[in-house]
Every structure is written in C-alpha cells, then in structure tokens.
C-alpha cells in the first residue's frame, strides 16, 4: 500500500478488496449483445439529463409570466443553450425509448422471475417516474402543447374515484391550473423525481448485483465474462455511440417552440409526445371511467406481473399463456400508438 | 431490607413488548402529526365557489341564430340565441377540461383535445365527454348581457 493509501485507509477503514470485489463479478455471455444489455444506457442517460438539467436551471425561470421567455432566450440566445436544450430533449426521448426496450427485453426473456420480482417492480418504478419527468418537463415550457397537455393531464387524475380530487388540488396548487401549478411542476420536476428515481436506481442496481444477472432460459452456454474491464468497456461504446447520436441530434434537429400558452384557446390540432399516444387515443376511444380504469390497471398489471405470470403457469403449465398475454398487450399499446401517429 | 424480586423472563418480555407499543404509538403520532403540516402546507387553500355576474357582450352582439364566445377572466363562456332566447353554457369540456370550438357549419360543438361533440344545446353526443356542457344563468339588462359564473379564488 502507497503511503496516500495507508493515510487514506487510516480515515476511511474499508478495505480496498472489499471494494474491489464488485468489479470482479462474472457476468453471462448473452450480456456482450446490445440489445441484452440495455439496462445501462438510461443509467446513462439519467447522468446527462440531471447534468443538462441542471445547466437549463441556470436560465429557467419557473414562474408562468417569464417561463416562455426564458426558454426562448435559452434556445436562441444563450450561447450553446440550444445544444444544452437539445441534449436534454433527446436524452428525454431516448431514456423513454430505452427504458421501454429495456422493458420489453426483460419481459421477453422472463428475466424477472423468482427471485427477481422486486428488480422488476423497482424497474416499473422506474419506468413511471421516468414519464413523471417527461410530463413536467414538457409543462414547463409553457407552450400551447404544455400548457393543454398540463390541463388533460392533470384533469386525468382529478377523475380518479374519491382521491382524485384532492390529488389533483395537491398537483395544481388549487382547483384549475394557476401560477402554483408551475413552481409544483418544476419542483416535482427538478428535487422529487430525481431523489426517488436516485433511490430506485440504487434499490435497483443493488438488487441485480446481489442476484447476479438471470440467465437465459434457452441459453445452454455457462461461459462467463468479466464486469471489469470487458463489461465497463461496452458499456462505454454504447454511452459514446449514444452521445454521439446526441449531439448530431441537437445539431440537426435543434429544439424548437410552440406559440406560447394561451388559456383562452385550445389549438385546432393538439396532441402530447409520441410516449403518451398510446394513452391520448385509448381516452379518446372509451368514456372517461372506463379509460382510467384501463390505465390503471395497465400499470398494475405491469407491476405485478411476475406474480401474474407464475399463476398463469400454475394454472396452465407449459401453454406460455403468460407470454400471449403480455404478447396481446403489447400489440394493443404498439396499435394505439400506430393508429394515434397515422390517423391523429 | 427490602427483598429484591427479578421480573420471570414471560414478564420481561410482556414488559418489553407493552414499552416497544406505547413507544410506537408515540412516536407514530408524533412523526404522523409533523407530516401532517407538511401534508396541509401543500395542500392549497381555496376559497368556497362564489357566483359573480359578469358582463359579457351586448344583445347586439348576438344576433338571432349566432353563437359569440366570450373569454371572461373567469373562464370561457359560449352564447347563443336560439329564436330571441339567450342561453349561456361554459366553453370548457366536461372530459379533460380543454376549451370546445364552434362549428357552425355542423351546428356542434368539437373539443380540439379528444374529439368530444356537443349539441347546439350543450348536450354530449359522442365520444368521451361524460356530461353536457355546464349551464350558466343569465341575466339581460340594458342591452348588456351577464353571465352568472362560478368563480374560485386560490392563495398564490
């Protein structure tokens, strides 16, 4: 041990293997394919957004008078704001993006059974706070799009059976969407959501690390590889292939702004993000109950799905009805998504 | 002396337990009421709902047949006069709160949001919108017209 070491070690008594130790894990061969190992870009791309997000802080101001204004001077007159903005706009869409692939890969490969149901449920978790952040954030432009998509979005949890209207007071700082609503959104967008999703992805690293990463079902190979250095390095090609899609699309697809929100007029033609497609046209389809109730349970479905499966399999072993399901599932959420991006 | 007589090991623990729940207790009613004002202090205040008359156009304005939109600091309102009647109804859309467009050309209203239609007289017609447009009283007076419309004031 150097002396810096020795010094260090004196004040901070850990031992250096015990640190050490993680890096050594074996990991399964199927990891080296991208698609099997996506769980690390939205790690990824959580660090550039809370770093993007904290630069955007430095211009925004969260009050509904100057917030259109100061996205306009941060995306046409701070030096590089439009590439900061950009950054943070894509990193968005690709985080959900990701996550949802991330998603469908650990439901495709069943990698969420026994023992690992909490790793999934912390995973969905995830997933919904990640839409959080897509929500506020978007409100916070104060455009015609956020501020509609703000009153839907926001009347969508007021509909809720006895607890929906003091949420949606809680949410809105009153009973319609006024100057509160705003400092709540930015402070559910900037200090809540980050603490939570921090402590999810914590739970949820720790959980995989302890179980180990599952293996494939189908899979007979048992040859492993090292997280450090082998794993840590694809990981890295993957992170800079990700940036450099980034910055190539801040660069040619720089963030642009809709007219500024006005409360006397809904626009003719109004539609949120691609991610809540699915959501925008199911509530167009059925009455509002009906609606909520589905998304409801949609999500509840999700989060206890390992559970859902294991009696699926109990109930019929060997049918895979678990698969046709989530199949059916996911083929509905991709047709309304379909139908919405064609049709709406 | 006074004999010193040890507690049996089933009374220490009954002991133990009875302390460990009235500890809970407390210190569950203790932490529950500190959030409890954090709760509150969230939770915005909200003066009850308060009818306020408000002008809205002149009689003039509105010619028998027409529908005029008024955007009134209280919210949006649609009149129209159907044969010399004037009758008020609130612009917003009883699914998801966006404000209704008129279509003269098919004498319906459409909200911009989720396709929700309603008749010349408010009523839903099809898709999602759970109820009829929301009626307001109305009142004419010196060839002005005022709508009766429920206002709520919020602490900012």
Known sequence: ?344 | MEECVQPSAEERSRREFLANLIMGIGVTLGVGSLFMRFFQYLYPVVEPVKLVEVLAAKTSDIPSGAVHFVQLAEGPVMIQNVGGQLHALSAICTHMGCIVKWHPELNEFICPCHRGVYGIDGNNISGPPPRPMGKLAIKVRDGNVYVMIPAQKVQT
């Not at chain 1, 199911?282 to 109730?293: H, K, Q, T």
């Not at chain 1, 060997?318 to 989530?326: A, P, S, W, Y």
């Open chain 1, 1 to 344: 041990m150097t002396r810096f070491g020795r010094w260090l070690y004196n004040r901070v008594p850990v031992d250096p293997e015990t640190l050490r130790k993680p890096l050594r894990e074996e990991l399964p061969v199927h990891l080296k394919q991208w698609m099997l190992c996506l769980g690390g870009t939205p790690l990824l791309l959580f660090l550039i957004l809370a770093t993007t997000g904290i630069l955007l802080t430095f211009y925004y101001v969260p009050d509904p008078s100057h917030a259109y204004e100061s996205v306009e001077n941060i995306s046409f007159h701070v030096r590089f704001g439009w590439f900061i903005r950009g950054i943070h706009r894509g990193a968005a869409q690709l985080m959900i993006l990701t996550t949802l692939l991330h998603i469908i890969r650990v439901f495709g490969t069943r990698a969420y059974r026994k023992p690992r149901e909490l790793t999934w449920m912390l995973g969905v978790a995830l997933f919904l706070t990640v839409m959080g952040f897509a929500f506020t954030g978007y409100s916070l432009v104060n455009d015609q799009l956020s501020y509609w998509a703000t009153i839907v979005g926001t009347n969508m949890v007021g509909t809720m059976p006895v607890i929906g209207k003091p949420l949606l007071y809680l949410l809105r700082g009153g009973p319609e969407v006024n100057p509160n609503t705003m400092s709540r959104f930015y402070d559910i967008h900037i200090g809540i959501l980050p603490t939570i999703t921090t402590l999810l992805v914590v739970g949820h690293i720790v959980l995989v690390r302890l179980h180990g990463v599952a293996r494939l079902e189908e899979d007979p190979r048992t040859e492993t590889y090292a997280f450090f250095p082998d794993h840590v390095l694809r990981e890295l090609i993957v992170g800079l292939v990700v940036v450099i899609g980034l910055v190539n699309y801040a660069i040619f697809f720089p963030p642009h702004i809709g007219p500024p929100a006005n409360p006397l007029i809904t626009p003719a033609t109004i539609r949120p993000e691609w991610y809540f497609w699915p959501v925008f046209r199911w509530l167009e389809l059925v009455p509002e109950m009906i609606g909520l109730a589905g998304v409801l349970l949609y999500v509840l479905g999700m989060f206890l799905w390992p559970f859902i499966d294991e009696g699926l399999e109990k109930v019929a072993p060997k049918r895979h009805l678990g698969r046709i399901v989530g199949t059916v599932a996911f083929l509905i959420t991709l047709g309304l998504l379909l139908w919405e991006g064609i049709a709406g």
